[in-house]
């Protein structure tokens, strides 16, 4: 069984930064990576972030590129999000899984499973 949970949420002003964490467990040896999504209210949950097991190779969305980093310790089983020069729009909850399907496009929410719970992420302007 899958089992991951996020954390490091919170409230913060705009420019600050947070870093997110999101703690798995289970057969990690199987996932073709990890990505974070993230869901606001009344929006489509989107891609965020994400980063492939077998070469570490990273992928962001276009409203994060240069602002957010992912990345993983493996000996913690744990995959971060670092999040610089946040804005209000970054508001949102924020989720990570692992992807467990095969397909070569990182930011599709349907190749991921065992969502976690997701952490709150508030910017005030």
């Known amino acids: 069984q899958v089992h991951v949970v996020e954390s490091g949420g919170g409230l913060v002003q705009t420019g600050d930064s947070l870093r997110l964490s999101c703690a798995v467990s289970?057969?990690?040896?199987?996932?073709?990576?990890m990505g974070w999504f993230r869901q606001a209210p009344g929006k489509e949950r989107e891609f965020v972030a994400a980063?492939?097991?077998?070469?570490?190779?990273?992928y962001y969305a276009d409203s994060v590129k240069d602002r957010f980093t992912i990345s993983r310790d493996n000996a913690k089983n744990t995959v971060y999000l670092q999040m610089n020069g946040l804005k209000p729009e970054d508001t949102a909850v924020y989720y990570c899984?692992?992807?467990?399907?095969?397909?070569?496009?990182?930011?599709?929410?349907?190749?991921?499973?065992?969502w976690g719970q997701g952490t709150q992420v508030t910017v005030s302007s």
């Open positions: 899984a692992p992807k467990i399907y095969y397909g070569t496009n990182y930011s599709w929410a349907s190749t991921y499973h065992y």
């Open positions: 980063i492939r097991w077998s070469d570490d190779s990273t």
């Open positions: 289970g057969r990690t040896s199987s996932f073709y990576g």
